[in-house]
């Protein structure tokens, strides 16, 4: 069989999962609880009143986190899902990044709420080629309810791929020296790091980049700093706001090092931190200029931009020196 009749089999054989079940009577590990909600607006700078005190509901973006199986997994995933993995990985598409999420919300999640779902694999595209690599993205619907009933839908959607390889020619040998073509070896360029994704919310925030500035949202109504970028307020609901630029010192607030999966481009272990900018925001970025077993909460650093190859620079945090590393 031809390489495109193998990659029709592939096609064919893993469409033929669409529709069967992901997970089946999947429960969640945790009843919907007020440390779980508070830990998430803690880490992601959200303030809103909704989500605390008595009548506290949760954030409706942790739909998913009350699904999550942690490192043991779930007991519900099913055979159809791992075989369909599975199918890939044998055909070469070993790799695997989650590339989006989409999420509807039915009601409000409260404290106490006792999670339960199942999840459908919902579609598998046609082969496509990436800027990481060519591959297929496999759609997971997970359906989420509480006494039965449903409170909110999540997609999940993932690349598995054949990662890129880049080549460039050799240099022509010049002279005496020279060698024929065919002796002329191809040299294999490393690969690139993923681009960010570029949108109309955040597009201010990369130009800013651009030009070495760190730009926060500030709210016109509240006045209320905001990072991420979004399209209106988190506070007050505002759509109005303007910017303010960082002065790039803060803090480690929390931080995990990589070690596990290795991904082009990264050479893992490296440290990602959670980073608080004396403004009162946090940002997640790299924390470099440390050995990643040295990183500690608290440990002061300073923003630098660090350029990534020819088209890329990216805001990261330098420990500071004499800050005890």
Not at 123 to 143: A, I, P, Q
Not at 278 to 302: A, L
Request: negative net charge; glycine residues 10%; charged residues 25%.
């Amino acid at each position: 069989m031809g390489e495109g009749g193998a990659h029709e089999d592939v096609f064919v054989r893993a469409k033929v999962y669409e529709g069967q079940a992901a997970a089946v009577g999947g429960v969640g590990k945790d009843l919907v609880n007020e440390p779980m909600i508070r830990h998430w607006c803690e880490a992601m700078g959200d303030t809103n009143p909704a989500y605390e005190g008595a009548d506290a509901t949760a954030p409706p973006t942790m739909l998913q986190a009350w699904t999550m199986g942690g490192l043991s997994g779930h007991a519900g995933r099913s055979e159809a899902y791992d075989e369909l993995l599975g199918l890939l990985d044998d055909a070469g598409y070993t790799s695997v990044v989650a590339t989006d999420c989409e999420q509807e919300y039915l009601r409000p999640l409260r404290p106490r709420d006792a999670i339960t779902f199942d999840a459908v694999i919902e579609s598998v595209s046609e082969r496509k080629t990436t800027k990481l690599g060519t591959g297929y993205f496999v759609t997971t619907r997970t359906d989420v309810r509480v006494d039965g009933r449903p409170v909110g839908t999540h997609r999940f959607r993932i690349l598995k791929y054949v990662p890129a390889v880049r080549r460039r020619s050799a240099p022509k040998p010049e002279g005496a020296a020279a060698v024929s073509k065919t002796a002329v070896a191809a040299e294999v360029s490393p690969p690139r790091r993923p681009r960010p994704v570029v949108n109309r919310d955040n597009a201010g925030f990369w130009e800013g980049v651009s030009r070495h500035r760190l730009l926060i949202q500030r709210c016109d109504g509240c006045r209320t700093l905001r990072f991420p970028w979004l399209p209106g307020c988190n506070a007050c609901g505002c759509p109005e706001w303007d910017t303010v630029e960082a002065g790039g010192e803060g803090t480690v607030y929390s931080y995990v090092v990589m070690h596990h999966p290795p991904f082009p481009a990264f050479d893992p272990p490296y440290a990602v931190g959670l980073i608080e900018l004396t403004e009162g925001v946090r940002m997640i970025s790299n924390v470099v200029g440390v050995p990643h077993d040295r990183v500690r909460i608290g440990m002061p650093v300073r923003l630098e931009f660090q350029p990534v190859d020819e088209e890329l620079e990216l805001p990261v945090f330098r420990a500071v020196e004499g800050s005890g590393v």
